[in-house]
């Protein structure tokens, strides 16, 4: 690429896709694809794809971790910031006025109604959730047990029980077991 | 009968101190999260719910809910809706800040200094460990969500019908099926039975 692209285009696009996603980072993939890959020819498809294989597997929200790698790649660590911000403002912006009227949120009747008509779908999506995360990121069918005995674990240890810690104990496993 | 107001609102008198531990705390969950913004949800909540008691149960899961509403990363949409509520706007940014930080510092480290990062193959062993711990930890909040639900026939066929259409349809927004739901839980309000209605607002605990 040898056409240098401007921070505001940058911006622009990522904060575009943050602006008009729904359902958080995953499901900016295909969109992402589709601007940079397909439309403005940015990157490369197969460079694209290890842009999402790296942001799956490092912390933090995918959105930002994509976002991050392709304006780093394109305009180096200016590019990186842009591309971040570009990609988070829109959510905090919009939050940001969800949450100063908040307050009013539950002692309204139809946004009550609304909140707990809503409650049983965020229950599906995290169980989809689960599946496809299980599905796409779990090598072998121990996994699958060890996962029971680690949810096992949290259930009966609560609290007692430090997550993080949780975490790095299952990737040593994974170091250790997966082929 | 007296409305319950269950968002804490604080936003502009939080000491600076409580600031910091908002940047703090979702620098902790951005930093050691893998798998994106599901996988922050049950640590989130034991930060804010179980061990500083910011939150009550129904308003962490109601901002759960409204953080999948509206656009944006999950995560993100969370620390800024829990900053703000905690620490006014100073804190919705640092809340916002620290979940963000870790995610751009790794990338620009990968970037310039482990160009083949993604083929380690004990990176990739590490990352399938990690995977089978976030997967427990996501089913944890399920089993969590599933308990407190209230459990009626119309939010019961609401989330049976959601499964149906997640496992089986592909390619749908999970807005419209959030959206749906909202407007089933605002129909069945609109038809309950005079006199039953206002005052059911409270969920159980």
Not at chain 1, 130 to 140: D, E, F, K, T
Not at chain 2, 18 to 37: D, E, V
Request: aromatic content about 12%; glycine content about 10%; charged content about 10%.
């Amino acid at each position: 690429m040898n056409v240098m692209i401007s921070f505001l285009a940058l911006f622009g696009v990522f904060f575009k896709i943050g602006m008009f996603t729904f359902g958080g980072g995953q499901a900016m993939i295909p969109l992402l694809q589709k601007d940079l890959v397909v439309n403005l020819a940015w990157v490369p498809m197969k460079e694209f794809l290890d842009f999402v294989a790296i942001s799956e597997i490092t912390p933090g929200p995918v959105a930002i971790n994509m976002a991050t790698f392709v304006g780093y790649k394109l305009r180096g660590l200016t590019g990186a910031l842009v591309t971040s911000l570009g990609v988070i403002l829109p959510s905090f912006i919009i939050i940001l006025i969800i949450a100063t009227v908040a307050h009013t949120f539950r002692t309204n009747r139809w946004v009550s109604a609304f909140l707990d008509g809503l409650q049983p779908v965020v229950l599906a999506l995290l169980t989809y959730a689960v599946y496809s995360i299980a599905r796409g990121g779990i090598p072998a069918w121990w996994g699958y047990i060890a996962a029971l005995g680690i949810l096992l674990l949290i259930l009966k240890y609560g609290k007692k029980l430090n997550l993080f810690l949780v975490l790095l104990a299952a990737g040593g496993l994974g170091l250790l077991m997966f082929r | 009968m007296e409305q319950k107001k269950l968002i804490t609102y604080t936003a502009g008198h939080a000491p600076v101190r409580k600031q910091l531990l908002l940047f703090w705390i979702f620098f902790i969950i951005g930093a050691f999260t893998i798998g994106g913004g599901y996988a922050m949800i049950l640590m989130m909540k034991r930060y804010l719910v179980e061990q500083y008691h910011w939150l009550k149960d129904e308003e962490f899961y109601d901002m759960l809910g409204i953080s999948q509403v509206t656009p944006g990363p999950i995560a993100v949409n969370m620390a800024t809706f829990v900053g703000y509520t905690q620490g006014g706007v100073l804190g919705s940014v640092l809340a916002t800040l620290g979940v963000s930080i870790p995610a751009v510092a790794v990338i620009i480290i990968i970037a310039v200094f482990f160009p083949g990062f993604k083929d380690n193959v004990w990176v990739q062993r590490f990352f399938a460990g990690v995977i089978v711990g976030v997967v427990a930890q996501i089913a944890t909040i399920v089993l969590d969500l599933g308990k407190r639900q209230k459990w009626t026939i119309v939010s019961a066929v609401v989330c049976a019908a959601s499964l149906v259409i997640l496992f089986f349809v592909h390619q749908v927004s999970p807005i419209w099926l959030i959206l749906g739901g909202g407007l089933i839980g605002i129909a069945v309000e609109a038809f309950k039975p005079r006199g039953a209605g206002t005052t059911t607002t409270k969920r159980t605990s």
